[in-house]
DNA sequence: TTATTTAAGTTAACAGCGTTAACTTAACAC
DNA sequence: GTGTTAAGTTAACGCTGTTAACTTAAATAA
């Protein structure tokens, strides 16, 4: 029985129902069953719309690159009144909080590694919340704010804007991973890690 | 038919099938069948032994935790005639190449999240990487290395020990997921990143 | 209008999974 | 020799992702 939706709709509806299953009961959890069951088709026709699991949590991907996206890049432009330094400083806040608030869709991109990911990460060019950041980092470079010149590097900047990316990742996927872990107070120990990084930088 | 061997010796085989299965395939990719044919019992013997799956891989977390009180001993214990930054150095640099020495386990104890895990990491108090790396942390603080005063913490080291091990983990589980990026020189990386964060700590 | 093609969706099935229950068999104690 | 216990087996349950073969309804062509 042909139904009258249009393919993209149907296409949305089953995205819609897997980023509920994932973000609820996680990737692993979730069964091709489930998700047709909870739109009211067979389990087999989802392959129609996609070619296996793992292409539906691509389109999830994509959904957390734009929300990164918009979260940084909401902090970048709120603080367009600030310096440099204080602009990378709100914007680290904000990839912290990304995780803290959507941790799911943070493990999609960041933990979760798939083959796909890194290119996804590193040509996407348009909503790339790295590019943003990456920015205020040159920014600052060409500022002198971060003395880099000591390390005789051929491209600071990558050095520079990795060890920052390599930093806010770790507190956030750890805060994630074990919330249970002798942390200090979360927000103290935020505000003290990002401190210590641009200091680290700034020397 | 019964076997001649000790229970632990089969327990012993069991967990050496599994490691090398694990290892090369990863945990999800290694079923029951695979480590039971591979040392020639039915599936079903493993339960004898062990709960489940799980439980097998709870053994080897345990292994990983001792290679990496091991790796961080020795960056400790070969620094004994450097000063406590030395040290802490050669610390932060032991824990990074672990990671990238062996992915695997490293990946056992700090990505796959398990609940017993948090409990592991934080109330093992023998052959406790981290408690090795606070050690250095509280020498450092003791002896005014790091300037914690301005921060008005009630428990600085933790703060520190916190702020450090998560740009460790940060830069080593990166650094594993996404081989492929464009992280300059892997070494020079490393080296930037390490004195990074202490030269952030000092100031 | 009728016939044919095409797309959408179904059912049945495959090969695999972790795990349990019921059964067999060998080793030991009395 | 008998009874007991532990070690290991086979069969099976209820899952999983995915494929192949089939149905059915809509769109198109004659």
Redesign the interface.
């Known amino acids: 029985m042909r139904r009258k939706k249009e393919s993209s709709e149907i296409k949305k509806e089953i995205i819609n129902a897997a980023r509920h299953l994932f973000l609820e009961e996680g990737y ?1 959890n979730v069964s091709m069953r489930k998700i047709a069951n909870k739109i009211g088709y067979s389990p087999t026709a989802i392959y129609i719309y996609f070619k296996n699991k793992e292409e539906i949590l691509l389109n999830l991907l994509e959904e957390g690159y734009n929300l990164f996206y918009d979260d940084l890049k909401l902090a970048y432009d709120s603080s367009l009144n600030n310096s440099y330094e204080v602009r990378l400083f709100k914007m680290c806040e904000a990839y912290i909080h990304f995780g803290l608030k959507q941790p799911d869709y943070y493990n999609i991109i ?2 979760m ?1 798939m083959e796909m ?2 290119l996804l ?2 040509h996407s060019n348009r909503y790339n919340g790295f590019l943003l950041l990456n920015e205020v980092v040159k920014d600052l470079i060409q500022e002198n704010a971060f003395v880099v010149n000591n ?1 005789e ?3 600071p900047d ?2 520079v804007s ?2 920052i ?7 956030t ?2 805060l994630i ?2 919330p ?5 107070e979360q927000d ?2 935020i505000q ?2 990002i ?7 700034k ?1």
Chains 1, 2 share one sequence.
């Open positions: 692993q960041f933990t590694n990911n890194t990460i590193t390390y590097l051929e491209q990558i050095y990795n060890t990316w390599a930093s806010l990742h770790g507190l996927s750890l991973a074990f249970q872990f002798n942390w200090g103290r120990l003290f890690h401190q210590t990084i641009i200091q680290g930088l020397i």
